[in-house]
């Protein structure tokens, strides 16, 4: 007996109809930003006209202008606290005698750079992770 009901394998498959769905932008979005930052995530941003892709960038030129805001603050205070303490931006992780800061500040600004200073290294690091989950669930569909 020969069955009128025929599959079509193209629609029950979903294979082939991934990528009406999701593009590949908005997948490799993510991949590209971990190298470039702001540039590679802006760039497709603004050059894109699929909604999956430009919802992926946002999500990722988000991300990377957050880090672009902690290194700006991060090494701005440490060379800054170079500066004012007299000593070179690579003695910075040594607490200083004082030169020009009062006590209570130069022994603040002593912790609290050597702590942006490890905080920005740990986002750097989480940066790679974030980025490679990311992709995996623009893969899935979600942005």
């Known amino acids: 007996m020969i069955s009128k009901h025929t599959e079509d394998p193209v629609t029950t498959n979903g294979g082939p109809n ?19 930052g702001i540039a590679g995530a802006g760039i497709v941003y603004l050059l894109t006209t699929n909604e999956f892709t430009k919802r992926n960038a946002r999500n990722a030129l ?24 007299g000593q070179g931006a690579t003695d910075v992780a040594a607490l200083p005698s004082l030169v ?18 490890t905080l920005w290294f740990a986002v750097t690091f989480w940066t790679f992770v974030v ?13």
């Open 62 to 85: 988000d991300w990377h202008l957050t880090v672009l805001a902690l290194t700006v603050v991060t090494f701005g205070s440490l060379f800054t606290y170079s500066e004012l303490t």
């Open 18 to 36: 991934l990528l009406e769905e999701r593009s590949i932008g908005g997948i490799l979005v993510h991949f590209l930003a971990i190298p470039t």
């Open 131 to 143: 980025g490679l989950v990311a992709m995996g669930k623009a893969t899935f569909g979600t942005a």
């Open 100 to 117: 020009s800061l009062p006590s209570a500040a130069s022994t603040v600004a002593g912790l609290v750079v050597p702590a942006l200073l």
